[in-house]
């Protein structure tokens, strides 16, 4: 069982930054592939970005040069830089882990850009 913290979500102005971390429990942490996915009222889920357990990343086309998913293995812990924050970034943010067949969330954090 993986347990996910997520942390940095806030109230910014358009234009600002946040960093979110996700801190999980478990020791092999560098073999999950970790993603952040968002929720808006009313919306789906989407995936924003994803770190694979080697270096690869990608980006929802929308967050892509705003947005920078980066993982620390040694403290066990995904982070999501997002600048440049629009309106349409608020939602609530959840950290996922997958391995093999097993996936897991965070109980999420909540982004609003206010304008």
């Known amino acids: 069982q993986v347990q996910l913290v997520e942390s940095g979500g806030g109230l910014v102005q358009v234009g600002g930054s946040l960093r979110l971390s996700c801190a999980a429990s478990g020791s092999i942490f560098s073999m999950y592939a970790m993603g952040w996915y968002r929720q808006a009222p009313g919306k789906q889920r989407e995936l924003v970005a994803a770190?694979?357990?080697?270096?690869?990343?990608n980006y929802a086309d929308s967050v892509k040069g705003r947005f920078t998913i980066s993982r620390d293995n040694a403290k066990n812990t995904v982070y999501l830089q997002m600048n440049s924050l629009k309106p349409e970034d608020t939602a609530v943010y959840y950290c996922n882990a997958v391995y093999g067949i097993k996936s897991y969330w965070g109980q999420g954090t909540q982004v609003t850009v206010s304008s």
């Open positions: 770190a694979t357990s080697g270096a690869g990343t």
